[in-house]
């Protein structure tokens, strides 16, 4: 029986995770926010994107979060430590945005 080789997946030059980033379903998110390197800034862009969107599937907090997470987990060893604490510093200002501290 001779052996079947698959093709060889096509490489896209764009990773599946900037594709979600930039074209969220759930959230309309400002441009380069996760290139801020102010965490306030960037917690209450998260959170007005979030408050404003019709389209998400869980409470305004829950998507804010999950996209800021997904996003740190994502960049993965390309994001600047510096730039990461500045993320995880975001993630406690979103929850002093929702009163959840």
Request: proline fraction near 5%; avoid cysteine.
């Amino acid at each position: 029986m001779p052996a079947h080789k698959k093709a060889a997946p096509h490489k896209s030059t764009r990773k599946w995770s900037a594709e979600v980033t930039e074209n969220s379903d759930a959230l309309d998110l400002k441009k380069n926010i996760f290139e801020s390197h102010d965490p306030k800034e960037i917690a209450q862009s998260l959170k007005s994107s979030a408050n404003k969107s019709h389209r998400r599937k869980s409470s305004p907090y829950r998507s804010a979060m999950s996209m800021l997470t997904f996003y740190i987990n994502r960049a993965g060893k390309n994001l600047p430590k510096r730039q990461k604490n500045v993320l995880e510093k975001a993630k406690d200002e979103l929850r002093v945005a929702f009163g959840r501290e």
